[in-house]
């Protein structure tokens, strides 16, 4: 059982009784989802995100229950509270990989991230969600036997979804670097969970767990974005010596152009 605490009428009280009311079939990814694998606290979240298989024959089910169902996988419920939920291949990570790997071309990030959300849902394990009085204790939601993605799943999902985010959305990077700290941290992987990643996926992600957590101008890069999140504050000493340990990350040769990149993000833009 994970034990969450907050407000009455909170962001936690309306996610987990939003859960609760939802299709079985969805597996939790996202804020809530990382704050039940670290425990608290965490940085709060003001939505739900899932991924599901076969989405279209759940989207009656979960648009009865939303004020708006623009499509796409995107609901909106009472007092703003979204749901985004992404629809993963309907076959298994092992045959996504097989096919896109037919031509003997590597993964590229889309690829990869696509199978990490296919690994992830497969990979998920059930939780009981309680939702909690900060200053009492007393249980305002429940939404037990819940789908839940495993650490292991969320470092995947993440660590592939950093390269494809939007410049114009740096605080969905800086909280995804956040969010991968406190999990190598203070997720309870042991080396086989993170073994049990498919090759390519695992290859991938421990040379960019490498490259933001351990060399210096990735690590400078994820010190100044997770400042902004202060607590629990992340330790990078301890989060480097996680994900070496985990996933055998370690530094790489840095190129001229990653230096030059490097250089540039430190910089800021040229003045006009």
């Avoid at 909106?76 to 045959?95: G, H, K, M, R, W």
Wanted: hydrophobic share 40%; proline share 6%; charged share 25%.
């Amino acid at each position: 059982m994970i034990l969450l605490s907050g407000r009455r009428g909170g962001t936690t009280h309306r996610a987990v009784e939003l859960l609760a009311s939802l299709p079985t079939e969805l597996r939790l990814i996202g804020g809530l989802a990382v704050l039940c694998r670290v425990g608290s606290p965490h940085r709060s979240t003001v939505d739900l995100d899932a991924v599901a298989r076969g989405l279209p024959s759940l989207h009656e089910q979960i648009a009865r229950l939303a004020l708006t169902a623009p499509g796409g996988g995107q609901y909106t419920f009472a007092d703003n509270f979204d749901l985004d939920v992404i629809d993963v291949a309907p076959d298994s990570s092992a045959e996504v990989i097989a096919e896109l790997t037919r031509g003997g071309e590597p993964l590229d990030d889309l690829e990869l991230n696509v199978v990490a959300h296919t690994w992830a849902y497969e990979t998920a394990t059930p939780l009981d969600l309680v939702a909690v009085e900060d200053h009492t204790g007393a249980v305002l939601a429940r939404a037990e036997d819940r789908l839940v993605a495993t650490p292991a799943g969320l470092i995947a999902m993440k660590a592939t979804t950093v390269p494809l985010r939007a410049s114009s959305r740096p605080e969905k990077r800086a909280s995804d670097f956040y969010d991968l700290g406190r999990l190598l941290v203070d997720g309870g992987l042991t080396r086989g969970d993170a073994d049990s990643m498919p090759a390519e996926l695992h290859d991938t992600v421990a040379q960019r767990l490498g490259h933001w957590f351990t060399e210096p101008a990735g690590r400078d890069r994820v010190y100044r974005e997770t400042r902004r999140f202060d607590e629990p504050r992340l330790d990078l000493d301890d989060a480097a010596e996680a994900a070496q340990a985990l996933f055998g990350a370690t530094p790489g040769e840095q190129s001229l152009d990653d230096t030059l990149r490097a250089l540039d993000e430190l910089r800021g833009p040229w003045p006009a």
